[in-house]
């Protein structure tokens, strides 16, 4: 090693000591939708409060998916290269798996029904499992991912026409059980790959909400949406521990109370957009098919039993809350 080089190699730690502010945080946030939507505005907004509480706070959002899809970006998050995200919970019950609770076919009686639970004292039950689990996040606060119905490239009028289709589900499996209870053939794959699919005819579906069959563009190949209404998910927004464990509790508060705001402030936005995609699919010729819910809520009976079994009290806690 040459003399400067040693020079170097011995100032390079004092260097590092001297850059770091001390509680320093730029977040990059990840998420798999576009600029605009419900959850990347309220995230954004959360983001600019942040920013504007503590100067030592930067943040920038990284919409779009172009962080990689969501079981890769948690991955990034767990080990703090991305600091924090927002994640279907579909995807985090395979991990964490007490959090399937909420990922069960008609666990929740409509959206105003799921929201009164997140909000209360279930739902900070549920980040805490996230939290207190291995994952390594921490989860702060509930998007609400609406209300998912089916659509299929030939129409689903009643669950005997679901038969023998491939529809695309969350990678988890209580969701391939789910989707087979109810005669479809579920298909597990990441958000990114269901245009082509459904362009290739690999699938003959998906299940999703307006916001989502819109801004993805899935309308353009499943023009029949079926109103099933069998998931309604809340997706948490988490941030990485190995960032948490770095913030001052002061920080960590800031954290907590933006991110509960953003919890509130999304929904606003989320009923408008939902309206407004709802009028879009219309009028770029998709049907909507109200069907009869009961065979559908009947025929998954067996997944809520078998995946309900251990959460049992908790589902009549659910239940209970008016
Ligand atoms: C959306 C959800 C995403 C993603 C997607 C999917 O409704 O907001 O986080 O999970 O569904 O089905 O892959």
């Known amino acids: 090693m040459n003399f400067k080089r040693k ?9 590092f000591c001297l850059s770091g502010t001390a509680h320093a945080l730029d977040i990059k946030f990840a998420e798999i939708h576009p600029a605009g939507y419900p959850t990347v505005a309220a995230e954004e907004n959360m983001g600019k409060k942040l920013a504007a509480a503590d100067s030592d706070i930067t943040f920038k959002m990284f919409a779009g998916g172009v962080l990689g899809s969501e079981k890769e970006v948690v991955e990034q998050v767990q080990i703090g290269a991305i600091q924090m995200t927002r994640v279907s919970l579909g995807i985090v019950g395979p991990v964490v798996p007490d959090v399937n609770v909420f990922n069960m076919p008609f666990v929740f009686r ?8 997140i909000d209360g004292e279930i739902g900070q039950e ?7 689990s291995e994952f390594n996040l921490v989860a702060l606060a509930w998007m609400d991912g609406g209300t998912r119905n089916l659509y299929t490239k030939e129409p689903v009028r009643k669950i005997e026409d679901l038969h023998g289709k491939k529809v695309r589900v969350m990678g988890n499996p209580l969701f391939i059980d789910m989707m087979n209870a109810m005669g479809g053939n579920g298909v597990a794959m990441d958000t990114g790959e269901i245009f082509s699919a459904l362009q290739t005819g690999v699938i003959d579906g998906a299940e999703n909400n307006p916001p989502t069959m819109l801004e993805h563009n899935h309308y353009q190949n499943a023009k029949y949406y079926t109103l099933t209404g069998h998931l309604i998910l809340p997706e948490p927004v988490v941030m990485s521990k190995e960032t948490w464990n770095e913030l001052t509790p002061k920080q960590q508060e800031l954290v907590k109370k933006f991110a509960k ?3 509130l402030e999304e929904r606003q936005l989320w009923d408008a957009k939902v309206a407004a995609s709802e009028e879009k699919l219309k009028a770029a010729g998709v049907e909507f098919i109200s069907v009869d ?4 809520f009947d025929a998954t009976a067996p997944v809520r039993e078998k995946y309900g079994a251990q959460y049992a009290d908790l589902m009549k806690r659910i239940a209970a809350v008016q």
């Open 7 to 15: 020079l170097l190699a011995a100032a390079l730690p004092f260097a």
């Open 110 to 117: 409509d959206q105003a029904h799921m929201r009164k639970v």
């Open 126 to 132: 549920i980040l805490d499992k996230i939290t207190n």
């Open 261 to 263: 705001e953003a919890q």
């Open 293 to 296: 819910k009961k065979p559908f």
